[in-house]
């Protein structure tokens, strides 16, 4: 028990505000440095060792109280006072007659549904799923960039006073610690977490209930009962709930539901992904119910495991306001945003469908919602998809009205690879749009940094940033070696076979850093394809580099394990183990050291198997310099003066093997003649003044990109805000109305056809060849199939025509109903299509549904293109 002046800190040290601010670190690091470096730097761990004694001192310690009390002053403000959210939420007034935004649709390039009638108002709260969150290492749940982009997705949006709640799954032993065996190869451990002892509260039941914990129960095959109760964090301003299946009354499969991340076989992670949806949305109702919290009017499923979250939402639809499945599912999709995180089939979660049609049904959850129609939504319905599995991204993509990948790149591999969900359109079409991630700059950025940039990084002195980035080189150093003795004690050696890590690394080498899980599109080993080159490399008498690897491969993962060992043997080289290394166990601890001291970060995945890759975004916060293949982010912002793109190979005729013997060619030769050379070439001051302009260049300009608050900031207002919009539009008439809507033009879409297009050029073009600037008039007759002319757009699609005859850089441009039906049931559509473009030129004719709640016209996945037969329809070669 804490002395009652000291109390302030028990708050403090359950806010997990602390991780990302400096001053409440340095507050709980005065109580006792030693028991805080003991405590790796978790305050609720200090205060449970903190001799009773020097609790006594620090209550009479004026000094220590009044910054106990400017901390907790700070603290109030920071939870309390209007931020960017509600300068935004004030700004916008509630109006009902507002006109929709200038620029159409937040997502892929669509309407506002519904138009002028929509609010504008931002959303009351929004809840966030992910099945991982790494928020910092006293915290450990969490395994990499998703849990570590879903952490700075939460301190971002607390920054900015956006209402979110986190959800997620606690698991009682987290995801593995990595070790090293004597020959190099991954272990595993898997620490016993204690809650109690953590950053948590127990969410408890109020009034006739006090002191009893909440709860939600999920139903399961046999009648089996899965409880879970409700522990929160506190991130800043926003609550993070995290459920617990480790209780009384469950049976022990039930009870190790949420044992350990990412772990068991399918039906145990079948279970996860059904506890963190179905109850998720639960436990959120129930925190919303028990604090007065305001509820959620956008949910947003962070990757495909929570996808089961709109199966919940469409139940209570049906249980409480009688609605039937269609117009439900239209109310659930208008107000939920998917993230898509992989830009691979095979990173997607995919069940037995009989596995999943035994947990659902009258003998499992959603008792309400028949079971073809759970199985429908995660069937891979397009060409080369397997019938027999159930597809957790295919069902987040039908659940959600908003979808998105995390970098423009990776939005542009996702269309590709999600296109046959919306057969007819072409990949550019399908509305899947982009938000590319950002990092959380207090977490990630070293202090020294912090301090240095209030004085603006532009106007440093080049000195002052040198003697910086040589500070930071140096701290790393220090960590390297006391790493790296710890893990060869674990390996087994003794002390006296130790003595020559006191010269491993040296603060004024080129220092390259590369860490990220391990499978096999990251390419761990590309740079030992050459090892004497390499070699060559480390051992250069005059410009030498030292490299820093760490990396996890999955535990299931023995590919990925003997990467690791290839690596570590390497390593373990006595010519070159003082300048290449490798530290088990990458966390969030060893990165806050890593990224901050090395001159550049290495990234070399095949290209385009990287949807972001922000651990170099987290460098560059630092004056890191990039080396990386243009994958990700780093092809959307990669400039000569933040680092260097290696050249890549992929669209070529070559093998995999090949593949990698020109990629790691191309990464010697860039580190050979262009990396190195630069940092050790040395101005009459001493300096390397291109390298340290190209260090001010990425503080001043890329680094600004990269933060999370402008990811935050965006997905507020193309994604959440739009959403929420359309959510409020659908009250359950609308719904039905435009549920029933979707069913007639579906039933009616075989139906619709291109008859016949008509053509004639303005002016005639002798010889068949048009003017630039002549315009082609369209005469379409068009058979609708019994709907009204309202329920379709009719477009002319123009563009150039490639090589393969095939429509790029294409326009749409609607056409006008002019006459109809004919006496056959057609109607005429008439449009002028201008030539403003040289080269081959061609068009074709479209129709589409269309309706004011739509979010793009693709949303139905429906086109009417004209038949082969259709005549008219023909490509124009522009001269």
Request: aromatic share 6%; net charge negative; with cysteine.
């Amino acid at each position: 028990m804490l002395p009652e002046p000291l109390r302030p800190l028990h708050r403090l040290a359950r806010n997990l505000r602390w991780s990302w601010h400096p001053e409440t670190r340095e507050l709980f690091e005065a109580m006792d440095p030693e028991g805080w470096r003991a405590a790796g730097g978790d305050p609720v761990r200090l205060l449970s060792a903190v001799p009773v004694a020097r609790l006594a001192e620090l209550a009479a310690d004026r000094g220590f109280l009044r910054r106990l009390g400017a901390a907790a002053e700070d603290l109030d403000d920071y939870m309390n006072a209007p931020r960017w959210y509600q300068g935004r939420t004030a700004a916008v007034p509630d109006r009902s007659d507002a006109p929709p935004p200038a620029d159409g649709a937040a997502a892929a390039g669509g309407r506002e549904p519904g138009g002028a009638d929509v609010s504008p108002r931002l959303p009351a709260a929004i809840a966030y799923f992910s099945p991982e969150f790494g928020i910092t290492a006293a915290l450990p749940q969490y395994s990499g960039g998703l849990g570590i982009l879903a952490g700075d997705h939460l301190k971002a949006a607390s920054d900015l006073g956006v209402p979110l709640i986190g959800v997620g799954l606690l698991y009682r032993h987290g995801y593995f610690r990595q070790s090293l065996s004597r020959e190099g190869w991954q272990q595993e451990q898997y620490p016993v977490l204690d809650p109690n002892e953590l950053p948590l509260t127990l969410l408890h039941e109020p009034g006739a209930g006090a002191g009893r914990p909440a709860r939600i129960t999920l139903a399961l095959p046999g009648g089996r009962p899965l409880h879970a109760q409700i522990w929160q964090a506190q991130v800043g301003r926003v609550p993070l709930l995290l459920l617990d299946s480790d209780v009384e009354g469950n049976g022990p499969g039930e009870r190790d539901v949420t044992d350990r991340l990412y772990g068991g076989g399918s039906e145990h992670r079948l279970l996860q992904e059904m506890l963190l949806g179905i109850g998720g949305v639960r436990a959120v109702r129930a925190y919303c119910r028990i604090t007065g919290h305001a509820e959620p009017e956008v949910f947003h499923t962070n990757e495909g495991h929570a996808g089961f979250l709109g199966l919940e939402r469409i139940r209570e639809l049906v249980d409480t306001t009688g609605a039937d499945f269609e117009s439900a599912h239209e109310t659930v999709r208008a107000g939920t945003v998917f993230t898509t995180h992989t830009p691979v089939p095979a990173g997607i979660d995919r069940f037995d469908r009989d596995l999943v049609a035994r947990h659902f049904g009258d003998d499992g959850e959603l008792p309400g919602i028949g079971v073809e129609r759970v199985l429908a939504l995660g069937r891979e319905t397009y060409p080369g998809g397997e019938p027999g599995l159930f597809n957790m991204a295919v069902m987040g993509l039908r659940l959600a009205q908003r979808a998105n990948g995390v970098s423009t790149l990776h939005g542009e591999v996702s269309r590709e690879m999600f296109a046959g969900l919306w057969p007819g359109f072409d990949a550019e079409e399908v509305p899947i749009t982009s938000v590319t991630n950002g990092v959380h700059a207090p977490t990630w950025r070293a202090p020294e940094v912090t301090r240095l940039g209030a004085r603006q990084f532009g106007h440093l002195p080049g000195a002052e940033l040198w003697e910086l980035r040589r500070s930071l080189r140096k701290q790393l150093v220090t960590e390297v070696r006391q790493r790296l003795y710890a893990s060869w004690r674990q390996r087994g050696a003794g002390t006296a076979e130790l003595g020559w890590i006191d010269s491993v690394l040296d603060p004024d080498i080129l220092t390259i850093g590369f860490a990220r899980r391990v499978p096999s599109y990251k390419r761990l080993t590309l740079m030992l394809r050459d090892r004497d080159r390499l070699t060559e490399l480390l051992l250069h008498p005059e410009r030498p580099v030292q490299i820093v690897v760490a990396g996890k491969a999955h535990p299931a993962d023995d590919g990925g394990k003997r990467l690791v060992q290839e690596l570590v043997r390497f390593a373990d080289d006595p010519r070159v183990r003082h300048r290449l290394v490798f530290l088990p166990d990458y966390g969030m601890g060893m990165a806050q050291k890593l990224y901050p001291g090395c001159d550049v970060w290495l990234n070399n995945p095949l290209r385009p198997l990287e949807a972001c890759g922000t651990s170099g975004m987290k460098a560059a916060l630092n004056g890191c310099l990039n080396l990386s293949v243009l994958d990700g982010w780093w092809d959307e912002w990669y400039e000569p003066d933040f680092g260097w793109a290696i050249p890549t190979a992929d669209g070529s005729a070559v093998d995999d093997d090949r593949r990698d013997d020109l990629e790691a060619a191309a990464l010697y030769e860039l580190l050979e003649n262009r990396v190195a050379p630069q940092f050790y070439d040395r101005g009459p001051d001493g300096l390397p003044g291109h390298w340290i302009d190209m260090v001010r260049q990425t503080l001043t300009t890329l680094a600004p990109k990269v933060h999370a608050g402008r990811m935050v900031r965006e997905y507020v207002e193309r994604l959440y805000a739009p959403a929420a919009r359309a959510h409020r539009a659908l009250d359950p008439a609308t719904a039905r109305d435009l549920s029933a809507w979707k069913a007639r033009v579906r039933a009616a879409w075989p139906q619709v056809a291109v008859d016949h297009v008509e053509t004639r050029l303005t002016p005639p073009a002798p010889g068949g060849a048009a003017e630039l600037g002549s315009a082609l008039s369209l005469r379409v007759q068009v058979r609708l199939g019994g709907l009204d002319p309202a329920d379709v757009e009719v477009q002319a699609v123009a563009g150039r025509v490639d090589e393969a005859d095939r429509l790029t850089d294409t326009t749409a441009i609607p056409l006008k109903p002019t006459s109809g039906p004919d006496d056959e049931g057609r109607h005429l559509y008439e449009g002028p299509l201008a030539l403003d473009r040289t080269g081959p030129f061609g068009y074709t004719v479209r129709v589409l549904p269309t309706h004011p709640l739509l979010a793009t016209p693709a949303e139905l996945g429906l086109t009417a293109l004209p038949s082969e037969s259709t005549s008219g329809a023909a490509g124009v070669l522009m001269r």
